[in-house]
């Protein structure tokens, strides 16, 4: 049987490759288009500044994301496993989708011509948020049993 969370852990291994490949790509082709060295300094701090908010921001939004999927009403004659599938997919796709802009912004100073030491913190960054906003099995239970109780009563 395949696992309720299969498409979830799925993005997040996506993410996780994207995130190696941006990596590798620099490494191995380093293609950069230099840029002033105050416009740099602008765009690594405004990047390190939106990373540092982007963080904690994804937490929330997971949050409000997973109360939402718990009280949102299910549609009439709504397969329930399916619908709680689709709505955590929707969840964890969000969080991976705010680390990958993270991972972007390393790519993205880097090709402007920053070293490998920004890319490297804003990647791991985004690496960390990927570690934390993982699909967890927990999360996906406790809207399912939420639905349940709702139908039992």
């Given at each position: ?110 090709y402007v011509g920053d070293g490998f ?37």
């Amino acid at each position: 049987m395949k696992s309720p969370i299969f498409l979830p852990w799925f993005i997040t291994s996506f993410v996780v490759a994207m995130l190696s490949l941006s990596i590798a790509f620099a490494h191995f082709y380093h293609w950069q288009n230099l840029l002033a060295e105050d416009a740099r300094l602008f765009w690594r701090t405004l990047f390190y500044i939106l990373s540092i908010l982007i963080l904690p921001l994804t937490n929330l939004l997971r949050h409000v994301f997973i109360r939402l999927n718990q009280t949102m009403p299910l549609l009439k004659n709504a397969n329930l496993e399916r619908v709680v599938k689709m709505r955590y997919t929707l969840t964890v796709g969000v969080s991976m989708l705010m680390m990958l802009v993270i991972g972007c912004f390393g790519a993205t100073i880097f090709y402007v011509g920053d070293g490998f030491r920004t890319l490297y913190i804003l990647t791991w960054i985004a690496g960390l948020g990927v570690f934390l906003y993982r699909p967890k099995f927990n999360e996906y239970q406790q809207i399912l049993d939420s639905f349940r109780e709702i139908e039992n009563d």
